[in-house]
């Protein structure tokens, strides 16, 4: 099993930055890829970006990119989401997830844990 927290959500004003952390225990595995997500109200979960534990490659949805980057610390077990220029529409709930296969998906049902969530709130 693998255990996902996240943190560092916040009520924040339009132009802010952020960055989120899920820290992960358990049986992490170094071949897991970890994804962060985001549901806003009323809307399906989406994906945002992700990040290979091994060699650190990540991937963007084209919504996001140039204003979130993904990182990860690999002697704190922790995956970060920075987010830049925060807009209204970024407002959402922020998951951290970990994927078992080394075939990068950006749809929910393919991740096999997740975090409780952490929300974020960009008012205008």
């Known amino acids: 099993q693998v255990q996902l927290v996240e943190s560092g959500g916040g009520l924040v004003q339009a132009g802010d930055s952020l960055r989120l952390s899920c820290a992960a225990s358990g049986r992490t595995k170094s071949n897991y890829i970890m994804g962060w997500f985001r549901q806003a109200p009323g809307k399906e979960r989406e994906f945002a970006a992700a990040?290979?534990?091994?060699?650190?490659?990540?991937y963007y949805a084209d919504s996001v990119k140039g204003r979130f980057t993904i990182s990860r610390d690999n002697a704190k077990n922790t995956v970060y989401l920075q987010i830049h220029n925060l807009k209204p529409e970024d407002t959402a709930v922020y998951y951290c997830?970990?994927?078992?296969?080394?075939?990068?998906?950006?749809?929910?049902?393919?991740?096999?844990?997740w975090g409780q969530g952490t929300q974020v709130t960009v008012s205008s």
């Open positions: 997830a970990a994927d078992r296969t080394t075939v990068l998906h950006t749809t929910p049902r393919a991740y096999d844990y």
């Open positions: 990040i290979r534990w091994a060699g650190g490659s990540t």
